[in-house]
């Protein structure tokens, strides 16, 4: 009886430091994947999005990747956006959040963060996060995004 116990104690601590770990994940974590999107980008164009697709850091983030023309190429978590404009889309407190993310990493060749509020996977209520945007070089002119909530 104590052996489970001490099993069970175990796995739970376990489990619970991943969420923790998840939970902690750091600005520079998703810089770095954006960084590392951009490398895939410039060598392999389109042939860069499956591996961007399934591509995840610190348990659930993930990397986007819209144009130039603020619409989506590429979203993970919801495809449903990919192929359109985005140029309306707001968070809840009016943010044109794509068209920011454009302009910030038109800007800024070295990249740069924009504060908005977006909904964690499997969440409808928006909650607030801060990403790292950048123009990957290549002739696409595709902008990679990542973040962390804050």
Request: glycine content about 6%; aromatic content about 10%; overall charge positive.
């Amino acid at each position: 009886m104590k052996k489970h116990f001490y099993v069970t104690a175990a796995i739970l601590f376990t489990l619970s430091s991943l969420s923790v770990n998840a939970a902690e994940c750091k600005k520079e974590e998703a810089q770095a994947a954006v960084e590392k999107a951009c490398k895939l980008i410039e060598a392999k164009n389109e042939g860069a999005l499956d591996e961007i697709k399934s591509y995840k850091f610190c348990g659930d983030n993930y990397v986007w990747i819209q144009d130039s023309d603020v619409k989506m190429v590429l979203h993970p978590i919801k495809p449903r956006l990919n192929g359109k404009s985005l140029m309306e889309n707001k968070d809840p407190a009016g943010k044109l959040l794509f068209v920011e993310f454009d302009k910030m990493a038109k800007a800024n060749a070295a990249g740069g963060w924009v504060d908005y509020q977006w909904p964690k996977p499997g969440a409808e209520k928006a909650t607030d996060k801060i990403s790292f945007v950048k123009m990957c070089p290549g002739p696409k002119k595709w902008i990679a995004g990542s973040g962390v909530w804050k």
